[in-house]
């Protein structure tokens, strides 16, 4: 929602402090009816952080446009709103822009430059970015294997993180799922193990192959 004339005349008078705490107030808001399920005036909102150049509100508006939350789905639209907030540095809409980048939705896939925005979100220190970037490095995605770098990465994610990005990529990346429920296993997770086993055993979103399975099993024998 843009600011009539009246408001953004009264925007530039205002001192830096009042102007942060008028955006604080504005986060706080658009995020309580987000989490309440009232995504259109959340979206409502969050225009108006937008039109006071938040990343945050720009950040909170791609999410909405990705899901349709609170009107139609936009996913060229949604992807430019994360590139604008992830250059102004938010780290969430770095790691989402790079996962539509990888992905290809809202545009044209583009593995290299998905890979770069990883990178920028894993040093800051984001989980989510570091576990993707671990992936690309390992596959040789987007640029040259690095399976040191890969290790390197995923040594910084700690078990239960790792756990809440393999619950979070299940529906909409299940290739990266995949991904961090073998680096599951290697850490002798008994509930990996049995789970990727048992995929493996039904064909379950990946070809049935029991000596896979039979395979990953013999790793609870290792399990300390």
Known sequence: MPM???EKILW???????????????????????????YVDARCIALML???DDAWGMTYY????????????????????????????????????????????????????ARHWFKQAAQKGDFWAKVNLSHMLENALGGNRDSEGSQQLLSEV?????WKYQKGCINSYPDLSLFALS??????????????ARMYV??????????????????TSMKE
């Not at 530039?12 to 009232?38: F, V, W």
């Not at 700690?158 to 790792?162: A, F, G, M």
């Open 4 to 6: 009539s004339k009246e």
């Open 12 to 38: 530039d008078l205002m001192t830096n402090e009042a102007r942060h705490e008028m955006i604080q107030k504005l986060q706080r808001s658009c995020q309580e009816k987000y989490q309440s399920g009232n």
């Open 50 to 52: 937008i039109d006071r």
């Open 62 to 113: 791609a999410v909405m446009l990705k899901f349709g939350q609170g009107g139609n789905q936009d996913l060229p639209l949604a992807r430019h709103w994360f590139k604008q907030a992830a250059e102004k540095g938010n780290v969430s809409a770095m790691n989402n822009y790079a996962l539509m980048l990888y992905q290809g939705q809202g545009g044209n896939q583009d593995l290299p430059l």
């Open 158 to 162: 700690s078990t239960e993180d790792l």
């Open 183 to 196: 680096k599951l296993c290697d850490r002798k997770e008994y509930k990996a193990i049995m789970t990727l």
């Open 202 to 219: 039904d064909g379950d979103r990946v070809n049935r192959d029991i000596y896979k399975a039979k395979g990953i099993i013999e790793k």
